[in-house]
């Protein structure tokens, strides 16, 4: 499974960004696709997941009301809608996908068995 991560960019405050993540080797539809972020000096931090299984989604309370992840089967992607970005969202923002994580974990990285390169989101002030 390979996952690749793009739609990261500059933008001030108050603005929005699209994420993507196109999903290889695997259908979106038997698993757990999740965006985590990492500041510079700060430690992995989960953002949001998907899982078509139930159909259910989380946020972090963080970006709750501000993001929205969601996801095209057809096109094997799942994607990350910023709105309303902050100085604090600047990370780096990784998509990672599990295949057989119980409900209860999947705000834990470690329960993601494949991740994707990072993309870079920088909110200026």
């Known amino acids: 499974v390979q996952l690749q991560a793009s739609g990261g960019g500059l933008v001030q405050a108050g603005g929005s960004l699209r994420l993507s993540c196109v999903v290889r080797?695997?259908?979106?539809?038997?698993?757990?696709i999740g965006w985590f972020r990492q500041s510079a000096g700060g430690e992995r931090e989960f953002v949001a997941t998907?899982?078509?299984?139930?159909?259910?989604?989380y946020y972090s309370d963080s970006v709750k009301g501000r993001f929205t992840i969601s996801g095209d089967n057809a096109k094997n992607t799942v994607y990350l809608q910023m709105n309303s970005l902050r100085p604090e969202d600047t990370a780096v923002y990784y998509c990672?996908?599990?295949?057989?994580?119980?409900?209860?974990?999947?705000?834990?990285?470690?329960?993601?068995?494949?991740w994707g390169q990072g993309t870079q989101v920088t909110v200026s002030s």
């Open positions: 990672a996908a599990g295949y057989s994580m119980i409900l209860s974990s999947v705000r834990m990285g470690q329960a993601y068995d494949h």
């Open positions: 080797g695997r259908t979106l539809s038997s698993g757990t």
């Open positions: 998907i899982r078509w299984r139930g159909g259910y989604t």
